[in-house]
C-alpha cells in the first residue's frame, strides 16, 4: 500500500481541510486534497468531504428490501448456519447504511512513530476504519506472506501457514507461539476439518490429525497446492497444473486413498468451495467450474470474469466469487438448474480473498480482500462499506473463529486477531 507522506507546511491548512467561512464553491472534492498535495489557494473545489446522502427511505418511501433471516456461510474460511434468502433483486441495494467518510490512507509517519500532528492529521493513524470491530493483538514470526490459518473447533490452538515453508503453532490464550514447523517447501494454502489440519505444498499434501498426532503426506499433484476443501467425504486439491485431486479417507488403513482426478481447467486452480452438491472451481484461466459431487462430472462452465477467479464462496443459494478483474459476481441458480450471474460489485483494485461471517446481531458481513493491501466489510446484500483493514502488504487468509474473531494474515508475515463488538464505541 502506498503509504502517504506528510507534505510540508504550506500545505497544511489545506489537507487538514480548513476553509473560508461562507464559502461558495463548486459541490465537488478537489482530488488533489484528498491525495494531500493540493498546492492551490484559492482551490475552486471543495476541502472537505461532502456530507453522506440521506437514508434510503428517509422520504417516507418504504426501506430497501434485505433479508429476513440469518443466511450460512460455506468454504475454507466461511461460517456455516442454515438461511434463508428471498429476493435476488436486493443485490447491491442500499437501506439504512452508513456511509464511511473516504480518509483511507494510512499515515506514513505514525507508522514510523513520527507524526507530529497528533488527532489533526487527516490521514489514518489506525490499521482500521469502522466502529463495529477491533484489533486484540498482532502474531509476528512469519518471514513471507501467509497463506493459510487454522483453528480448530474447540482448539486452544491457532495454525498459520506461510511462504517462509513453515507452519507455525499459536497458543490462543497467551498469544506466544509454541512451535515451528518446517515443511521444506511453500504453503500454498491450509485448512481443517476436524480433526484434521490439511497444508498444501509443492508435490504433495500434508494431513495431521490433532488427536492422534498422525503425520500423512498425500502424493500426486503436479507443482504447487494453491487451493483445499472437503465435501462428500473427499478431500479435494487444486494443483498448478489445473487438474483438480480427490482422496477418500479409509478407516481400516487410517490412510487417503486416491479417489479421481478432474480434468479441465487449462492452468492453476486457486479456489475451490463445496455447495449445494457442487464443487466449485476458480482457476487462473479466469474460468469458474461447476462439479457434481456425486459423479465428479463438470456439468457448468462460468466464463463471465475476464481475469484469475480468486476465490470463490457459497452463501444460501448464491455462489459469490472474486476476481483480479476488480469485480465480485454474486451467482443465482434459473429453472434450468445453471448458473447465472445476478449482481456484479465492482471495486477500484483486484479481489485476492472472500470470508463470510456473521455479526453479533445476525446480520451477514463479507470480508473482501484487495491487492491494494486492505480489507473491506460489506453488508450482504447490498454490499455497504461498514469498515475497512489496512495493512502494509497484500492480505492473502482470512479466517472466521467463534465469539466474533477472525484472523488475517499479510505479505509481511504478520497475522492479526480481530474482534467484532456488539455496540459502536462511544464517544463522549
Not at 357 to 370: H, Q, R, T, Y
Request: glycine fraction near 10%; proline fraction near 4%; aromatic fraction near 8%.
Amino acid at each position: 500500500m502506498d503509504l502517504d507522506a506528510q507534505g510540508g507546511n504550506s500545505r497544511v491548512f489545506h489537507r487538514l481541510g480548513a476553509q473560508p467561512a461562507n464559502d461558495a464553491r463548486q459541490q465537488k472534492v478537489c482530488h488533489h486534497w484528498r491525495a494531500g498535495r493540493c498546492s492551490r489557494y484559492p482551490c475552486p473545489y471543495l476541502h472537505r468531504e461532502l456530507p453522506p446522502p440521506p437514508p434510503a427511505g428517509s422520504n417516507g418511501n418504504a426501506s430497501k428490501r434485505g433479508f429476513s433471516n440469518d443466511s450460512g456461510f460455506s468454504g475454507p474460511s466461511g461460517t456455516r448456519r442454515s438461511g434463508n434468502f428471498s429476493n435476488a433483486s436486493s443485490w447491491g441495494r442500499v437501506g439504512n447504511n452508513t456511509i464511511l467518510r473516504k480518509t483511507e490512507k494510512v499515515c506514513n509517519y505514525w507508522v514510523q512513530g513520527k507524526c507530529s500532528f497528533g488527532d489533526k492529521c487527516r490521514f489514518l493513524h489506525s490499521w482500521s476504519l469502522g466502529e463495529s470491530f477491533s484489533l486484540l493483538t498482532q502474531l509476528d514470526g512469519h518471514q513471507k506472506v501467509v497463506t493459510g490459518i487454522a483453528l480448530p473447533s474447540g482448539s486452544d490452538k491457532l495454525y498459520t501457514g506461510s511462504n517462509d515453508e513453515t507452519v507455525r503453532v499459536w497458543d490462543c490464550h497467551s498469544g506466544q507461539c509454541m512451535g515451528v514447523i518446517q515443511l521444506g517447501g511453500e504453503v500454498g494454502c491450509m485448512i481443517n476439518e476436524d480433526p484434521w489440519i490439511f497444508v498444501g505444498v509443492p508435490n504433495v499434501v500434508k494431513a495431521w490429525n490433532t488427536q492422534t498426532n498422525i503425520d500423512l503426506s498425500l502424493t500426486g499433484p503436479a507443482g504447487q497446492v494453491y487451493a483445499l476443501v472437503v465435501g462428500n467425504d473427499l478431500l479435494f486439491a487444486g494443483t498448478q497444473d489445473g487438474a483438480i485431486l480427490a482422496w477418500k479417507f479409509n478407516a481400516v488403513t487410517f490412510n487417503f486413498e486416491p479417489a479421481a482426478s478432474l480434468t479441465g481447467h487449462t492452468v492453476a486452480v486457486v479456489s475451490l468451495v463445496v455447495g449445494a452438491n457442487r464443487l466449485y472451481s476458480g482457476s487462473m484461466d479466469h474460468s469458474i467450474r461447476v462439479w457434481n459431487l456425486e459423479t465428479l462430472q463438470c456439468v457448468q462452465t462460468l466464463t463471465e470474469h475476464s481475469s484469475v477467479v480468486m476465490s470463490v464462496l457459497c452463501w444460501d443459494r448464491f455462489l459469490l466469487s472474486c476476481s483480479l478483474d476488480q469485480t465480485i459476481k454474486v451467482w443465482a441458480a434459473t429453472e434450468s438448474g445453471n448458473l447465472e450471474v445476478t449482481y456484479t460489485h465492482k471495486e477500484e483494485h483486484g479481489l485476492l480473498t472472500l470470508c463470510g461471517m456473521l455479526d453479533f446481531e445476525g446480520k451477514p458481513v463479507l470480508l473482501c480482500s484487495c491487492n491494494d493491501n486492505s480489507v473491506r466489510l460489506l453488508d450482504l446484500p447490498s454490499f455497504s462499506e461498514r469498515g475497512k483493514i489496512y495493512a502494509k502488504q497484500e492480505i492473502r487468509a482470512i479466517q472466521t473463529g467463534p465469539g466474533g474473531l477472525f484472523f488475517t494474515g499479510d505479505g509481511t508475515g504478520q497475522v492479526r486477531v480481530w474482534k467484532c463488538v456488539d455496540e459502536p464505541a462511544t464517544t463522549a
